[in-house]
């Protein structure tokens, strides 16, 4: 009985370190840009250059500053809002150019592929991603 009750306390100890420590496992959003509703759908018949990889097209007008949609490979893309992280304003837009993105306003340079991680200072952080679904064969859902 002794060695049950021993059994069943290491269990409940570690059952209680796993919820001090680790309180949540959803991600932090540490950006900068506020979150602004988007909800776009691209064809992919009229924006035939996102079949292409190393592609990047920007949407003006949706998210904080407008959406940049790249092409990473056939069938796989990413999202971006294209405010700079280390302005944060929407009169601050990088101008994306294939697989990189350049802010006018503080030199920060960003690379589309994998994450939209900086290149070069100032900025630190790497821009705002959004949701992407392919709907159909066609369309893609951009969403967050």
């Known amino acids: 009985m002794r060695q049950l009750v021993l059994k069943r306390g290491k269990y409940f100890f570690s059952f209680i370190f796993l919820v001090l420590f680790f309180p949540s496992c959803d991600k ?30 920007l949407f003006p007008g949706y998210g904080f500053g407008g959406v940049i949609i790249s092409c990473e490979a056939p069938g ?10 280390y302005e944060a304003s929407r009169s601050c837009i990088v101008e994306n150019d294939g697989v990189l993105a350049d802010c006018p306003c503080c030199g920060s340079q960003f690379v589309l592929l994998g994450g939209a991680y900086p290149t070069n200072s100032p900025a630190t952080m790497p821009l705002k991603q959004y949701n992407v679904s392919l709907l159909n064969n066609s369309t893609l859902r951009i969403y967050n």
């Not at 796989?76 to 992280?85: N, Q």
């Open 28 to 57: 932090v959003n540490e950006s900068p840009i506020p979150d602004v509703y988007v909800s776009l759908t691209v064809n992919l018949v009229i924006a035939n250059e996102l079949n292409v990889p190393g592609n990047s097209v």
């Open 76 to 85: 796989s893309w990413y999202a971006f809002d294209a405010s700079c992280t």
